[in-house]
């Protein structure tokens, strides 16, 4: 599995080893959200360097994409072996790989959640190529490993927040607010509630009872409750 926090050179590094095996010189993953045409989650590796992040190398522009939006909703796989294969109405990702020096491509859709898209794929400037049903194949699970790490790199950046939010909660609002284990010890409190009750700081408090910083009367009744 790939941590969350080691997502980022994970994929680079990935990418990198997925293009030696392929014999691509360029390779990329991004999300793709067909509602807005917009690009994220970019990543975008070249023989020479590696670029984690957003890169226009890495058909992260939407007016060059429109083409293969349709298809890529409808999780089909795109090959373009030559720029003479493809149709008039590709004029706009003829001259995105044009300007690329990009000869082939091959781009793998896979569902990502909600409208949204995840595209793996390979391009070759040296020679016309065509992917063999091996370097499919494996594109097919690795891409699968991607989405997983993806989805998991989101939900921590989500949590993250979060819990930014519920720090700054805490911190500035005067309410007394506490949480509690089920020995009805404090794991947390408001810093009003500390300051009201003359406790010291929040962190003081954890781990004591209503018993340890209330009188026996006021203790008794929190803890009934």
Same mark, same amino acid.
Request: charged share 25%; aromatic share 8%.
């Given at each position: 599995?790939?941590?969350?926090?080691?997502?980022?050179?994970?994929?680079?590094?990935?990418?990198?080893?997925?293009?030696?095996?392929?014999?691509?010189?360029?390779?990329?993953?991004?999300?793709?959200?067909?509602?807005?045409?917009?690009?994220?989650?970019?990543?975008?590796?070249?023989? !020479? /360097? &590696?670029?984690? =992040?957003?890169?226009?190398?890495?058909? @992260?522009?939407?007016?060059?994409?429109?083409?293969? +939006?349709?298809?890529?909703?409808?999780?089909?796989?795109?090959?373009?072996?030559?720029?003479?294969?493809?149709?008039?109405?590709?004029?706009?990702?003829?001259?995105?790989?044009?300007?690329?020096?990009?000869?082939?491509?091959?781009?793998?859709?896979?569902?990502?959640?909600?409208?949204?898209?995840?595209?793996?794929?390979?391009?070759?400037?040296?020679?016309?190529?065509?992917?063999?049903?091996?370097?499919?194949?494996?594109?097919?699970?690795? !891409? /699968? &490993?991607?989405? =997983?790490?993806?989805?998991?790199?989101? @939900?921590?950046?989500?949590?993250?927040?979060?819990? +930014?939010?519920?720090?700054?909660?805490?911190?500035?609002?005067?309410?007394?607010?506490?949480?509690?284990?089920?020995?009805?010890?404090?794991?947390?409190?408001?810093?009003?509630?500390?300051?009201?009750?003359?406790?010291?700081?929040?962190?003081?408090?954890?781990?004591?009872?209503?018993?340890?910083?209330?009188?026996?009367?006021?203790?008794?009744?929190?803890?009934?409750?």
């Amino acid at each position: 599995n790939i941590m969350p926090d080691g997502t980022d050179a994970a994929i680079t590094s990935s990418l990198h080893d997925l293009s030696m095996f392929t014999g691509s010189d360029k390779s990329f993953i991004f999300i793709l959200s067909p509602v807005t045409m917009s690009v994220e989650q970019a990543y975008y590796w070249s023989s !020479g /360097e &590696i670029a984690a =992040g957003n890169d226009h190398g890495a058909l @992260t522009c939407a007016d060059a994409i429109k083409w293969m +939006v349709p298809r890529l909703c409808k999780m089909v796989e795109i090959q373009v072996r030559s720029l003479n294969d493809l149709p008039r109405e590709a004029e706009n990702i003829r001259e995105f790989m044009k300007a690329r020096d990009m000869k082939s491509l091959t781009c793998m859709p896979f569902e990502y959640g909600g409208n949204d898209i995840c595209v793996l794929g390979f391009s070759s400037s040296k020679e016309e190529k065509l992917w063999s049903e091996e370097d499919l194949n494996l594109l097919k699970i690795i !891409g /699968e &490993i991607f989405v =997983g790490a993806l989805k998991r790199k989101e @939900t921590s950046s989500a949590l993250e927040q979060e819990k +930014v939010l519920v720090n700054a909660l805490m911190h500035n609002i005067p309410d007394h607010i506490y949480f509690k284990d089920r020995e009805s010890r404090f794991i947390r409190i408001s810093r009003g509630m500390a300051d009201d009750y003359n406790l010291g700081s929040p962190e003081a408090v954890i781990g004591k009872t209503d018993f340890d910083i209330f009188s026996n009367k006021h203790a008794g009744e929190a803890f009934e409750d």
